[in-house]
């Protein structure tokens, strides 16, 4: 049987002002009708890079330099813009990764599917109407009749990726190409994503090609894998054997380092394969240092004690408060952390979870209930001194540390401003000393210090975030997904940091993900968090192994079933 | 439908900017009242220097400049409210006649202007955002620079030189061809007219043509980097309707609050091109007030601009609604 889509000894080149960069070198795939391959790889494999070059929409200036694409019989690689415009949409369909910002924000679904249609189908205006309706019948939207004539921010991110997976379809491909289809979706609309994909892959007898960098994602739904590393193919194969006896130490490696979900271990495995990820961490008898001085926790059981906590965000204003809609976001929460402990807070998007840290963190005014910090009453206005020395105590670590690093400081400015600020040094000498010392203790060389955020890659800055947040001496370190915008490699590097440093300062942490299976890795206690309320709070072992509430099971069932292809 | 009341209906969205409306109307006329007691003293400038004391008391006692600060205020305000903005204190006329008199040139110019900026501006703007390394698009920014960097009335002497002087093509000054037209004095129906506004109305547009253009290309460059317009190539669509269908639509937004600000900024700037061309209208007029400390004139003036720029930020606002269903907020 020949394949729908051949891809021979490509290569792919970026041309920079430091010569070329080749970012993707001979790589030789091809898929079938009916068939699901997934391409899975980190961040910069050039897995993105492939499926760009079949629909010959690489960003400028990268150009294909070598090899064929061969589709359905025909050579693709060397079409003119207008011939391949023919094929795009028509022959071979896309799925890009943000249903967010893939629809056109100001025209209606139903115009931006009817326009697709009329264009790749050659249809009237009236028959495309019918035809958009089918479409969204066919991938799960409810109503499509009154549907179509909604905006995109109307519908919710899950539906929103159904919509572009039906533009995706409109044309009646032969080919879809998905990249990252569900990697801004949460784990329970994933799985319905995948199974839309996947159904519509059989019904269709659809060629297609998913581009990941979660190997999750591949063992749920791929029949076949490739797996990329640094533009080069390392390995393919069913997926059963790759992820069961793979050959090559990259994939190894990328499939030890996915945290398991059933059982608890020491330390995070470290992808080992690549060269220099893995910075020892030179942090011994910190005891002594001045991170350690200044405690206050001692006396305290108790860090951090919420009771009855509210707060609720207006979506809809008027003038009559009848009128009015308010979104409950944390909705009389109780919870108590206790002094050096690790609490994970779980949940989907939208759950209440980040909203209940930030309140913590007194990012936010709660409507009613009470915060203790150390047994000090954080809301009261009375004593505010007392209150700001407290929440000196406790720093943020957020997720995308892309942004949440000033990029016109450099990193040692960025590291000592929290220092210089609180005075909390003697003098300059020894501020500059405190600060090579905590870079090191995330395991950065010195000589980063002189240098600029956009410099290091998204791990490196995850560290940076660490050590500007170390740097007020904190006692309870508030870490919000701190990995979720990183690859699986770094993932454990950083968490393994994050566990040492906790480990040697006795910090207490309120660690928030919807990973579950890095919570249970992380965390001693779990909440477990739905709109804006806390449905179960165990042991992390416990509500693994023996969830009590109806949600939390439902999230557990939700996990990739890594274990099936653990050896 | 959702209730009246409700914010995101367009009823609710308008009155809430019209309250908005009215309270930058009250200071600024709180703003242009102060001008009578702050700039010299009526009375003098409007009797000679031989009048008796009498007779400036006389004077005094009709404008009712005795009275206690605030009921003049109120005064002026009932006054305002009605049109009635007093005597023209050099003319001994009406203001509001005068600025109804003058009105028409004005707005004839601001609007051919606003027409030539904002056509000119998408135009180029939307054609160098796609063709971004093409000669054509390089000259047009290169130039475009001279718009920016030079001032209105260096532009307006230029062109006078080339076309009225040199050339001979266009009049230099002055406003021709003027047709009543039910109490509204145009200029627009008469080849002399419409010879005549060329020049003032292609030096106001300069600068704001090219604020436009390069605030469309700007806008242009960022929206077809974005994920929808890379979907759109993906499902095929052919280049016009990606450029024209989804890319120019979403960068209107931006670019309309611009227009709005920047229509307002017409008028304003309407004051040098009018002094310059010696064209007839309340631009011209306000300077010429200015000289002689013609304060009803000034004041009125005053109220009129920010009228002006009241009325075009409410038009701007109700625009946002057409264009973009995001502000609609219907229920999702």
């Known amino acids: 049987m020949t394949n729908l889509l051949e891809i021979n000894n490509l290569s792919v080149d970026f041309p920079s002002r430091r010569g070329q960069v080749s970012a993707v070198k001979k790589v030789s795939i091809g898929v079938a009708k009916g068939e699901v391959l997934g391409l899975v790889g980190e961040s910069g494999a050039g897995k993105s890079t492939v499926g760009n070059s079949v629909i010959n929409l690489l960003e400028p200036p990268g150009h294909i330099s070598g090899g064929k694409i061969i589709f359905d019989g025909v050579r693709i690689d060397q079409l003119s813009n207008e011939e391949m415009r023919k094929i795009r949409g028509a022959k071979i369909g896309t799925i890009f990764q943000d249903p967010q910002t893939s629809l056109n924000p100001l025209m209606t679904i139903g115009k931006q599917l009817s326009e697709t249609l009329i264009e790749t189908l050659r249809i009237s205006g009236a028959s495309a109407r019918e035809k958009s309706i089918e479409l969204l019948k066919s991938v799960g939207i409810p109503y499509p009749e009154t549907r179509l004539d909604a905006y995109p921010h109307q519908f919710s991110g899950g539906m929103r990726q159904r919509v572009v997976i039906a533009l995706a379809l409109a044309g009646d491909p032969d080919l879809i190409i998905a990249d990252e289809p569900t990697t801004a979706l949460d784990v329970s609309i994933q799985k319905q994503i995948l199974d839309l994909i996947k159904s519509l892959c059989k019904q269709r007898n659809l060629g297609v090609i998913i581009v990941t960098h979660d190997i999750g994602v591949i063992a749920e739904i791929a029949d076949r894998v490739a797996v990329m590393y640094n533009g080069q193919l390392v390995e393919q194969g069913k997926v059963i054997q790759v992820l069961q006896k793979p050959k090559h130490d990259y994939t190894k490696s990328l499939i030890s380092a996915v945290p398991s979900g059933d059982q608890k271990l020491n330390r995070f495995t470290v992808v080992d394969y690549i060269d220099g990820s893995e910075e020892k961490v030179a942090m011994k008898n910190v005891g002594d240092h001045w991170l350690s001085k200044n405690k206050t926790s001692k006396t305290h059981d108790t860090a951090v004690l919420v009771k009855n906590l509210s707060i609720e965000f207006s979506i809809k204003k008027a003038l009559f408060r009848k009128n009015r809609i308010f979104l409950k976001a944390v909705d009389d929460v109780s919870i108590e952390i206790k002094t050096g402990e690790s609490f994970g807070l779980v949940g989907e998007s939208g759950s209440g979870k980040s909203t209940l840290a930030r309140l913590i963190a007194g990012l936010y005014k709660p409507k009613s209930g009470d915060i203790q910090i150390f047994g000090h009453n954080v809301l009261q206005k009375s004593e505010k001194t007392k209150t700001s020395l407290i929440r000196r105590k406790m720093q943020m670590i957020f997720q995308?540390?892309?942004?949440?690093?000033?990029?016109?400081?450099?990193?040692?400015?960025?590291?000592?401003?929290?220092?210089?600020?609180?005075?909390?040094?003697?003098?300059?000498?020894?501020?500059?000393?405190?600060?090579?010392?905590l870079i090191s203790f995330v395991g950065m060389p010195s000589t980063s210090l002189k240098k600029y955020p956009h410099e290091f890659s998204g791990g490196q800055r995850q560290r940076i975030s660490i050590a500007r947040a170390l740097a007020s001496r904190p006692e309870i370190l508030i870490c919000d997904e701190p990995t979720s915008a990183l690859d699986v490699s770094v993932q454990a590097n950083i968490l393994n940091l994050l566990k040492d440093l906790q480990e040697e300062l006795n910090l207490t942490m309120l660690f928030i993900s919807h990973d579950l299976p890095v919570i249970r890795q992380m965390c001693d206690r779990v909440a477990v968090m739905q709109n804006g309320r806390i449905c179960e709070i165990a042991e992390t072992d416990k509500l693994f192994d023996d969830p009590k509430h109806e949600y939390s099971k439902h999230l557990l069932g939700l996990m990739p079933r890594m274990d099936l292809f653990r050896l | 439908m959702a209730p009246l009341l409700l914010e995101g209906s367009m009823f609710y969205f308008i009155l809430n900017r019209?309250?908005?409306?009215?309270?930058?109307?009250?200071?600024?006329?709180?703003?242009?009242?102060?001008?009578?007691?702050?700039?010299?003293?009526?009375?003098?400038?409007?009797?000679?220097?031989?009048?008796?004391?009498?007779?400036?008391?006389?004077?005094?006692?009709?404008?009712?400049?005795?009275?206690?600060?605030?009921?003049?205020?109120?005064?002026?305000?009932?006054?305002?409210?009605?049109?009635?903005?007093?005597?023209?204190?050099?003319?001994?006329?009406?203001?509001?006649?005068?600025?109804?008199?003058?009105?028409?040139?004005?707005?004839?110019?601001?609007?051919?202007?606003?027409?030539?900026?904002?056509?000119?501006?998408?135009?180029?703007?939307?054609?160098?955002?796609?063709?971004?390394?093409?000669?054509?698009?390089?000259?047009?920014?290169?130039?475009?620079?001279?718009?920016?960097?030079?001032?209105?009335?260096?532009?307006?002497?230029?062109?006078?030189?080339?076309?009225?002087?040199?050339?001979?093509?266009?009049?230099?000054?002055?406003?021709?061809?003027?047709?009543?037209?039910?109490?509204?004095?145009?200029?627009?129906?008469?080849?002399?007219?419409?010879?005549?506004?060329?020049?003032?109305?292609?030096?106001?547009?300069?600068?704001?043509?090219?604020?436009i253009l390069r605030l469309v290309r700007a806008e242009m460059l960022e929206v077809m980097r974005s994920d929808y317009i890379k979907f759109a190539r993906a499902r095929g669509l052919a280049n016009r309707a990606i450029h024209f269908g989804h890319a120019l639509r979403n960068t209107l937004v931006p670019v309309i609050t611009i227009i709005g600000l920047n229509i307002g900024g017409l008028i304003a700037y309407s004051v040098i091109t009018e002094t310059v061309f010696q064209w007839p209208g309340t631009g011209l007029m306000f300077i010429q007030a200015v000289d002689f400390v013609d304060v009803p004139i000034m004041a009125a003036y005053l109220i009129f601009v920010a009228l002006l720029f009241v009325v075009i930020n409410l038009i701007v606002d109700i625009l946002y609604f057409v264009v973009d269903p995001r502000i609609r907020r219907g229920g999702s």
Do not use: C
């Open chain 1, 400 to 437: 995308d540390p892309y942004s949440s690093l000033n990029s016109r400081m450099t990193v040692e400015d960025i590291v000592s401003e929290p220092i210089r600020f609180h005075r909390s040094t003697g003098n300059a000498i020894e501020t500059a000393k405190v600060v090579q010392d």
């Open chain 2, 18 to 211: 019209l309250a908005q409306s009215l309270l930058v109307m009250a200071v600024v006329s709180a703003i242009s009242f102060s001008l009578f007691n702050f700039v010299g003293d009526p009375v003098n400038n409007m009797v000679g220097q031989d009048a008796t004391r009498e007779q400036r008391i006389e004077i005094r006692q009709q404008l009712g400049l005795d009275d206690p600060i605030l009921v003049q205020y109120q005064r002026f305000m009932l006054n305002v409210a009605q049109g009635d903005f007093g005597l023209s204190y050099r003319i001994k006329q009406p203001v509001s006649q005068l600025i109804l008199e003058r009105l028409p040139a004005t707005l004839e110019l601001v609007f051919a202007s606003a027409v030539i900026a904002v056509l000119t501006g998408i135009v180029l703007g939307v054609y160098t955002g796609i063709r971004r390394y093409s000669w054509v698009s390089k000259i047009i920014m290169s130039v475009s620079l001279i718009g920016v960097s030079l001032p209105t009335f260096i532009i307006g002497i230029g062109l006078i030189y080339l076309f009225a002087v040199h050339l001979r093509w266009l009049p230099s000054s002055g406003r021709a061809g003027v047709i009543e037209l039910g109490g509204w004095k145009t200029s627009l129906l008469t080849i002399d007219g419409w010879r005549s506004i060329i020049l003032p109305a292609v030096t106001l547009s300069l600068f704001q043509l090219t604020m």
